[in-house]
């Protein structure tokens, strides 16, 4: 459980205020709105209800700041935070029975003019007060929806009494109430600041970064701009391919301890290492990785004080895993977890039992896709399905939710027009959300739009090596995403690199410039590797 907080609390801005604060430079050269405490008025707002909906209430509470601490099985805190106005609106769309709030958080004075929509963590729609925290503290009027469901892990809503797919749910927490929040808190701004905001951005990773994406294909005029880090696009077949390790495991019949899932990423980064010119402990690009797992069998591993031997299974379950779910004749369905990616995030294991037997403990998430939305079986038993079965749940999923969920349509013609502009990075060792998918996805926004000059005018990838699942969050390394988006809407300054710190194999900090993809870093040939003016963005194709 530890472990599956640790990821979740990466989706969502709770330790990483750096996301959130943007720098000096970022600040904008219109003139910001400083409110005096006397102008500002912290009363509940008229509030026209969004197309499709009704206004069940509006409250406001003046709230004095201080420390947040994050709800939910997230927790998280954030201290320092101004005094704030809360304003509350309860919507409901008719005939549906649900109930979804979106909050607006808006500071008593100093307000910086600036809105920013707040994404969500695995089934979270929306902030647990953290990042809100985090916005107000840096001078936003911030929003965020719960959509009208539960938790990160709160699954509750997914089917009805009959055991059936709650649809109305399910659409508020895939599309409808981001935009609902949106247009609900750009109005509280303009009912208690007397104005709409100059400038609007959402934030968010995982699935903060699947609702970003979403905005910009759905509701291309909500928002300026949007930092959608490690999104959760193409939800109904990454969701289910995430599910592949067990899969595996359970259909080879072989788990391998953490130590010797270690051991196979430690082989491949040590190979592969070296493809950017230069021995960093980080592989720059996974993709052109081709160690083969099957170099380490009869390899000794300590774990836990015990000399364990590397067998030919070990090795083929890693190598199914690497290379992603497949058919039972062979065809690809989904990328597989990025080579130098902790294996052990998906394919988790039970602790053995008195006979030192292990099961396949499954990451959560996924699991509970498949479970209750896909077969519609609560007590669906995963360690029981097959590689035809696992087949045929990727096929469903793909045909009943890709319309509902997907967040994969590449059409960004709206979003290009409206002005806006997408930034994204995604970490390269990414565990729980393929790397590549999101690069496809860009892939088929080129052909879309005709052509990578005219995409990188609005949107652009910036890919993390050595980085996991939100990992620029703070988790192992950093970056201010936020800064680069608000400097290229505001000031035309369209980000070439995106600095950040990440995390070697050694588990010490360097510094790189990431490059705007399809370009990639690679060392100049001298200087300190820990440093990024050793390396240099170059085509993939001129090395």
């Given at each position: ?421 997408l930034l994204t990075w995604h970490g390269e060792s990414d565990q729980y959300i393929p790397t590549q998918g999101t690069v496809d996805y860009r892939r088929q926004v080129v052909q879309a739009v005709g052509g990578s000059q005219k995409v990188d005018d609005f949107y652009r ?44 194999a050694s588990g010490q900090s360097v510094t790189r410039d990431l490059c705007s993809y399809p370009r990639i870093s690679h060392y100049n040939g001298h200087g300190d590797p820990a440093v990024a003016s050793s390396f240099r963005c170059v085509s993939p194709s001129r090395h």
């Amino acid at each position: 459980m530890k472990r599956l907080l640790t990821v979740l609390a990466a989706g969502v801005p709770l330790a990483a205020a750096v996301v959130y604060l943007p720098s000096a430079a970022a600040e904008p050269h219109h003139t910001t709105a400083t409110l005096a405490p006397s102008a500002f008025t912290c009363s509940a707002p008229s509030v026209k209800a969004p197309s499709g909906t009704k206004v069940e209430s509006v409250t406001a509470v003046a709230e004095a700041g201080g420390t947040i601490q994050g709800t939910g099985v997230l927790g998280g805190s954030v201290t320092g935070v101004p005094a704030y106005c809360d304003v509350t609106v309860t919507l409901t769309h008719p005939g549906d029975g649900d109930h979804a709030k979106v909050r607006t958080w808006l500071p008593a004075s100093g307000w910086n003019g600036r809105f920013q929509g707040l994404g969500g963590s695995a089934y979270l729609a929306g902030d647990n007060g953290v990042g809100l925290g985090n916005a107000v503290k840096s001078g936003y009027a911030a929003v965020s929806t719960d959509a009208g469901v539960g938790d990160a892990l709160d699954t509750s809503w997914a089917l009805n009494s009959n055991g059936q797919v709650n649809t109305a749910l399910l659409k508020n927490f895939a599309s409808r109430s981001q935009h609902e929040a949106a247009v609900v808190g750009k109005e509280v701004v303009a009912g208690i600041y007397g104005k709409g905001p100059a400038y609007s951005y959402f934030t968010g990773c995982s699935t903060g970064g699947r609702e970003g994406y979403m905005e910009a294909q759905s509701h291309p005029g909500d928002y300026n701009g949007i930092l959608a880090d490690a999104p959760a696009v193409n939800w109904d077949e990454f969701e289910v391919a995430t599910l592949w390790p067990q899969v595996v495991m359970n259909n080879e019949k072989t788990y391998p301890t953490t130590c010797e899932f270690d051991a196979f990423t430690s082989a491949a980064v040590k190979a592969c290492d070296p493809l950017d010119g230069v021995r960093d402990g980080l592989i720059e690009d996974p993709n052109r990785c081709d160690f083969d797992p099957r170099e380490l069998v009869g390899a000794k591993v300590e774990c836990d004080g015990k000399e364990l031997t590397i067998t030919a299974a070990d090795a083929t379950v890693v190598r199914k895993i690497w290379d992603g779910p497949r058919t039972p004749s062979g065809k690809k369905l989904w990328p597989g977890v990025p080579v130098g990616a902790d294996l052990s995030g998906l394919a988790g294991t039970t602790a053995p039992d008195a006979d030192g037997n292990v099961a396949g403990s499954p990451f959560q998430v996924p699991a509970d896709w498949v479970k209750l939305w896909v077969a519609k079986d609560p007590s669906l038993d995963i360690s029981k399905i097959t590689y035809s079965r696992f087949t045929q749940l990727f096929q469903q999923s793909e045909a009943e939710y890709d319309k509902v969920i997907g967040t994969d349509d590449p059409d960004l013609s709206g979003f290009r027009k409206a002005g806006g502009k997408l930034l994204t990075w995604h970490g390269e060792s990414d565990q729980y959300i393929p790397t590549q998918g999101t690069v496809d996805y860009r892939r088929q926004v080129v052909q879309a739009v005709g052509g990578s000059q005219k995409v990188d005018d609005f949107y652009r990838l910036f890919l993390a090596p050595g980085t996991s699942h939100c990992g620029l969050d703070g988790i192992d390394g950093s970056t201010d995403g936020l800064a680069a988006l608000t400097s290229w809407v505001e000031h035309g300054k369209a980000p070439q690199t995106l600095p950040a710190t990440l995390t070697d194999a050694s588990g010490q900090s360097v510094t790189r410039d990431l490059c705007s993809y399809p370009r990639i870093s690679h060392y100049n040939g001298h200087g300190d590797p820990a440093v990024a003016s050793s390396f240099r963005c170059v085509s993939p194709s001129r090395h």
